[in-house]
């Protein structure tokens, strides 16, 4: 059973443990809702914590994030530190009675990442983890075409992702951890969120085999990888690599009897029938719940449609069952 934390009318009030780029980006968009009021953040990155109080001087910054999550006005713990302390911190919000949104992976060790999951259930907290596709117009209108039968059978699912170079270069100064093995890697990163589609859309794919190729430097992330999944009777590949190409391209891409739809670069919608791809138009979901339209949901007790700790621990699995 799920604890009833919030008992006000108010603005959803929320602290931010973690001012990197994904900190920023959710404290940006936070402010732009009207469901949020972020009242505290904290970083081990003075600079950091300077840099963002210029820009929102209202917010207070305490000395730690024990500090932080200690506060009785706060509704929501959001993390988005590196993937090596998102224990320890989601461990604090839970032994504060705090409901948590915390970026993925839980862990760089599975055990650490079980444990998490049981603390989090028998906290009966509200929890969840960040995966893009969780909501949105294009996870609807996907599940939509597969629900009325637009797409017919599905056949195949298709996730290609090709960098010039990893980390890429607007992650290397804030994120340097993406470059190692340890705890990054585009397979954890960027293939996470298309793996939570296919596994919210078709069910969670099986790995049958995996072929992952590393730099010489032992500690540096994976430079390609190609692997064969299945759910179902639905094969799902994945191919990624990095530094052969000019640009970047991410495609998602779900074959069926009827047609064949693709997401491209994120953002952008495709279906084809014939030869021709045609953008699809997503203005029938623009009403869809965004994630933080879920994650207001999930904290006032509503239905929402947002992973889990334990949804977030199968992906995890999954993604570390291919690096292995």
């Not at 980006?25 to 904290?42: C, I, K, P, Q």
């Not at 209202?58 to 530190?81: G, M, N, W």
């Amino acid at each position: 059973m799920v604890r009833t934390v919030f008992k006000h009318d108010l603005s959803l009030r929320v602290g931010i443990i973690g001012l990197g780029t994904m900190g920023q980006r959710m404290l940006e968009s936070m402010n732009g809702h009207t469901e949020f009021d972020v009242r505290y953040a904290w970083d081990m990155n003075v600079l950091q914590c300077r840099k963002v109080w210029s820009s929102y001087p209202k917010i207070q910054f305490p000395r730690s994030a024990d500090e932080l999550v200690s506060f009785d006005d706060i509704d929501l713990i959001y993390i988005a530190t590196p993937p090596s302390t998102h224990v320890e911190y989601s461990e604090l919000a839970l032994e504060m009675g705090k409901p948590i949104l915390c970026e993925k992976p839980l862990a760089v060790d599975m055990q650490d990442a079980r444990s998490l999951v049981e603390d989090a259930r028998l906290s009966g907290l509200p929890n969840a983890v960040n995966f893009s596709y969780a909501t949105g117009p294009i996870y609807t209108a996907l599940r939509n075409a597969l629900a009325t039968g637009l797409i017919g059978d599905p056949l195949k699912v298709e996730i290609k992702l090709q960098f010039t170079e990893w980390p890429r270069s607007w992650q290397k100064n804030a994120a340097g951890w993406l470059a190692y093995r340890k705890e990054g890697g585009f397979v954890r990163e960027v293939f996470s969120h298309f793996a939570y589609l296919t596994s919210k859309l078709l069910g969670v794919p099986v790995v049958n085999n995996s072929m992952v190729i590393y730099p010489d430097e032992p500690s540096l992330a994976e430079s390609r990888v190609f692997t064969q999944m299945s759910t179902g009777n639905i094969p799902v590949t994945l191919e990624g690599g990095v530094g052969e190409v000019r640009e970047e391209c991410l495609t998602w891409t779900l074959m069926g009897t009827k047609q064949t739809y693709r997401i491209v670069n994120w953002s952008n919608l495709e279906t084809q029938r014939g030869r021709r791809w045609e953008p699809v138009s997503l203005d029938a979901w623009s009403n869809a719940p965004n994630q933080l339209d879920s994650v207001a949901a999930m904290i006032r007790g509503e239905h929402h449609e947002l992973p889990n700790f334990e949804a977030a621990l199968r992906i995890q699995q999954l993604i570390e069952r291919i690096l292995r």
